[in-house]
Every structure is written in structure tokens, then in C-alpha cells.
């Protein structure tokens, strides 16, 4: 069955520190990949994702993602992370049927430290 | 546009009852999406549909839970009975095409007591 692995449930980050999110997907093939964002009491927002082609992407808020076929792995990176950084992180995958049924991990929640 | 809209933001209801979650996506989105999301379990695809059909109901947990989308600006959620485990956040995402890019709503927040 395809399932979504986040290994960290929760990570703790001093401002201005780098960042990597973690990601793990089983699945037959290829998928989509992407990472949303989730604030406190909000709906989830999109940061980044993965279709083809370059296997670094860019994302809003500065955001970067690399797939790495090898390792079944889409991590989530950002260089210098602010405050209003914190916030709940999901991985998902898009599986490639007809109609792209979108699977999320458990999230990894991020806390920053001023 | 206003984004996905969902009502209500929270309902608090008693065992037994029937609760009826709405959404209206975002105009021009063919496709709607049911999560819900809890503490255990995470974030769960309950349903989808593409152009107002169902396309897979797999993850509705049980006969107590019905979806509907009788046009493609609105679709409802139901429960019912409600029991104290359907307590979560409940959250409706539309997309212009399939599993794209998804727009969240803000939530429904039930509480079964």
C-alpha cells in the first residue's frame, strides 16, 4: 500500500539556523511529491511540489525540496529559518491514477526559537 | 475569490445526533477533497470527487458517513449517528485539476459529547 513517512514528530530550531524536514514515500512508482504548511487553526497551504524534471525545487517563503529517487526521500529545506516559521508540516504524495488521490504523512511539527 | 468556504467553523453536538458539514469550493475547481484530521490518526482522505463524482470513498470510516455533491458549488459531509471518536477537524480542499495544488478551507471543528 503507499504510505508517507515523516520520521520527526516534532523538531525545535534556533532562528536564523538551517532546516531540514525529512520525508520517506513507499510507493510502486514515481509519485507526486509535495509539502504544505499548516498554521495553528488553519487550513493547509502549499509550499512546494514535485512533478518531473529538476529534482530541486523551489517554493514560496524560501522554501526547497530535493527528490532523490534512490531513497525514496523528499526533504524539505530552508537555509535561515524566521520565527513565523512555525507551524505544522506535512509531506504528501499525489499517486498517478486517474484522478490523483493526494496521501499525507503525520506531520513534523516545527517550534523556533527566538 | 473568497477560497474554499466551509460551515460551520465549529459544532459542538451531542452522541446520537445527524451533524451535515457544507463546503463550497473555489469557483471553477472540478475537484473536492473530504479530510479529516485528528491527533491520532493525522490528516485522513475521507472522499474525493472529480466533476461532482464520487471518485473514491475508501477512506469514509463507516455507513454513519455519507457525502454528497449535487452541483459543483457545494458539496456536504454527514454523520449520523454522530459518536464521541467522529470528534475532529474536518476539512474540505478543491483543485482546478485533480491533485494538483490543493486549497484548503479553515476547518470544522465537531465536537460529539
Known amino acids: 500500500a503507499q504510505s508517507v513517512t515523516q520520521p520527526d514528530i516534532h523538531i525545535t530550531v534556533s532562528e536564523g539556523a538551517s532546516l531540514e524536514l525529512r520525508c520517506n514515500y513507499s510507493y510502486g512508482a514515481t509519485p507526486y511529491l509535495f509539502w504544505y504548511v499548516q498554521s495553528p487553526g488553519q487550513g493547509l497551504q502549499l509550499l512546494l511540489k514535485y512533478f518531473s524534471g529538476d529534482t530541486l525545487v523551489q517554493g514560496i517563503k524560501g522554501f526547497e525540496a530535493e527528490f532523490k529517487r534512490s531513497q525514496s526521500s523528499f526533504n524539505l529545506r530552508k537555509p535561515s529559518v524566521h520565527w513565523s516559521d512555525a507551524a505544522e508540516y506535512f509531506c504528501?504524495?499525489?499517486?498517478?491514477?486517474?484522478?490523483?488521490?493526494?496521501?499525507f504523512g503525520p506531520g513534523t511539527s516545527l517550534s523556533v526559537i527566538p | 475569490d473568497a477560497g474554499v468556504i466551509q460551515s460551520p467553523r465549529h459544532e459542538v453536538t451531542e452522541m446520537g445526533q445527524e451533524v451535515t458539514l457544507r463546503c463550497k469550493p473555489i469557483?471553477?475547481?472540478?475537484?473536492l477533497f473530504w479530510y479529516r484530521q485528528t491527533m491520532m490518526r493525522g490528516l485522513e482522505l475521507l472522499i474525493y470527487?472529480?466533476?461532482?463524482?464520487?471518485?473514491?470513498d475508501s477512506g469514509m470510516p463507516e455507513d454513519r458517513f455519507s457525502a454528497k455533491m449535487p452541483n459543483a458549488s457545494f458539496s456536504t459531509l454527514k454523520i449520523q449517528p454522530s459518536e464521541p471518536r467522529d470528534s475532529a477537524v474536518y476539512f474540505c480542499?478543491?483543485?482546478?485539476?485533480?491533485?494538483?495544488?490543493?486549497?484548503f478551507g479553515s476547518g470544522t471543528q465537531l465536537s460529539v459529547l
Open positions: 504528501a504524495v499525489g499517486l498517478k491514477t486517474s484522478y490523483d488521490k493526494v496521501i
Open positions: 480542499a478543491s483543485s482546478s485539476h485533480k491533485g494538483e495544488k490543493l486549497f
Open positions: 469557483s471553477g475547481h472540478n475537484s
Open positions: 470527487f472529480n466533476n461532482n463524482v464520487p471518485i473514491d
